[in-house]
Each structure stands twice: as structure tokens, then as C-alpha cells.
């Protein structure tokens, strides 16, 4: 998950992130720290990032 890489490249900081999507800012964390997350969680990220599912989620490995 490329979470932690967008957010920082966009300027948010975890706790303007968590205001954007409305996804709690612990659960920010441990998808950051842990590299996993529910797919509802994802969408709302992607959705406050500006990007898509697959440039939030894939790994550039995978591609």
C-alpha cells in the first residue's frame, strides 16, 4: 500500500487526512505501520487522495 508515500507527496499531514476522508486517525496509522486495510477504508482514502484504488493499493512491484 502506497499510503503513506501520497500522503506525504500531497503535504497531509495523518490528522488532515483523517479529517478528509473520515477514516479515524489511529486507523491511518496502523494501515500505514501495518501495510493493510478493509476495502471500504481504502475507497475513502483514495476518494480524499485523488487517486485511484489500484495507485493507493498496488505495489509498484506488482506492476
Request: positive net charge; aromatic residues 2%.
Amino acid at each position: 500500500m502506497n499510503l503513506k508515500k501520497i500522503r506525504t507527496e500531497k503535504g497531509l499531514s495523518g490528522r488532515a487526512l483523517s479529517e478528509l476522508s473520515g477514516v479515524p486517525l489511529r486507523t491511518i496509522e496502523d494501515i500505514e505501520r501495518f501495510d493493510r486495510c478493509k476495502v471500504d477504508t481504502a475507497i475513502k482514502l483514495a476518494d480524499a487522495l485523488e487517486v485511484t484504488l489500484d495507485e493507493l493499493c498496488r505495489n509498484k512491484a506488482a506492476q
